[in-house]
């Protein structure tokens, strides 16, 4: 059981330190401030406690499996996900 945990963790590390050596750059622009990432980061704790899962989980496990409440899930996500773009990219103009 503790492999994975070991061998995820070890991913985390080499795969920008190979990337680096590689020359790529490991230049990170998220272009939101703290207060936007914490509000961003809550709003997607209290979804995925809402929603019994979390995205990922949804959409690839539930579905998967035949879930429907995963395929409804998954369609809220993206529906608001979509949503979310276009109201900030056209009606607010970002």
């Given amino acids: 059981d503790t492999a994975w945990r070991v061998a995820f963790l070890a991913g985390l ?3 920008p330190v190979l990337a680096h050596l590689l020359g790529e750059s490991l230049v990170l622009d998220i272009g ?4 936007q990432l914490l509000v961003a ?3 997607v704790g209290l979804g995925t ?3 019994s ?3 990922s989980g949804h959409g690839v496990c539930g579905i998967s499996r035949g ?7 998954t369609a809220t996500f993206m529906a608001a996900g979509f949503l979310t ?3 900030y ?3 607010l103009g970002g």
């Fill in 67 to 73: 879930s429907l409440r995963s395929v409804v899930a």
């Fill in 85 to 87: 773009v276009f109201v």
């Fill in 13 to 15: 590390v080499a795969a």
């Fill in 32 to 35: 939101a401030g703290w207060g």
């Fill in 41 to 43: 980061g809550f709003l």
């Fill in 49 to 51: 406690r809402y929603a």
């Fill in 89 to 91: 990219r056209h009606v």
């Fill in 53 to 55: 899962g979390c995205t």
